[in-house]
């Protein structure tokens, strides 16, 4: 059974960037879209792009399109999520959640990552 | 962008009772490409449903979803104490992958 480990919390100023990683355990990394999502304080979940670890190709939310970086290191079985720009609106906690192979839902999450954004 | 509204906002229900939550997609994702979460306060969410009506690996039995096109039910036949969460649909027929806003299912 597949594990996703996220990197710690992170306090950030307006305008910065974030790195956020994921590191994959149990089971095969490659082959398995890797997702985030995120989550405001008392919001509802929201996705924000997807990467397939065997090319590195990408999907991103139009909301994040310009600001958003998904990548990975196949080798380290590690996918990581860069925001720039940051707001403070941009505060919340990140997941990674990987795709059942072949049909599209995320059936294993990471624990999150808080990111906190002030001035 | 498909719009998921989800219905009620919160559901007060007591523990024995039965659960009806919807969701309700502003256009049809098919009868395949819907899941649905419960997430617990201060926990990663987990998926419980997925194909619409397929319960994901180790979820009880009480939990049963159901629909296709834009109407979609989860149900959960008797409700027990762990129930009570947060529960939250999902489309994935669509780029983006949106989500519900969320039912809180709450003890009564």
């Known amino acids: 059974q597949m594990q996703l480990v996220q990197s710690g919390a992170e306090v950030k100023k307006t305008g910065s960037s974030v790195k956020v990683s994921c590191k994959a355990s149990?089971?095969?990394?490659?082959?398995?879209?890797l997702h985030w999502v995120r989550q405001a304080p008392g919001q509802a979940l929201e996705w924000m792009g997807w990467?397939?670890?065997?090319?590195?190709?990408?999907n991103y939310a139009q909301k994040f399109q310009d600001r958003v970086t998904i990548t990975r290191d196949r080798s380290m079985s590690t996918a990581y999520m860069e925001l720039s720009s940051l707001r403070s609106e941009d505060t919340a906690i990140y997941y990674c959640?990987?795709?059942?192979?072949?049909?599209?839902?995320?059936?294993?999450w990471g624990q999150g990552t808080t990111v906190t954004v002030s001035s | 962008e498909i719009v998921l509204t989800q219905s009620p906002g919160t559901l007060s229900l007591s523990p024995g009772e039965r659960a009806t939550l919807s969701c309700r997609a502003s256009?049809?994702?098919?009868?395949?490409?819907l899941a649905w979460y419960q997430q617990k306060a201060g926990q990663a969410p987990r998926l419980l449903i997925y194909g619409a009506s397929s319960r994901a690996t180790g979820i009880p039995d009480r939990f049963t979803g159901s629909g296709s096109g834009t109407d979609f039910t989860l149900t959960i036949s008797r409700l027990e104490p762990e129930d009570f969460a947060l529960y939250y649909c999902?489309?994935?027929?669509?780029?983006?992958?949106?989500f519900g806003q969320g039912t809180k299912l709450e003890i009564k």
């Open positions: 149990g089971s095969t990394f490659t082959y398995r879209y």
């Open positions: 959640a990987s795709e059942a192979l072949g049909r599209g839902d995320m059936d294993v």
């Open positions: 990467i397939t670890p065997f090319n590195g190709n990408t």
């Open positions: 999902q489309q994935y027929r669509y780029s983006p992958y949106t």
């Open positions: 256009q049809s994702v098919g009868s395949s490409y």
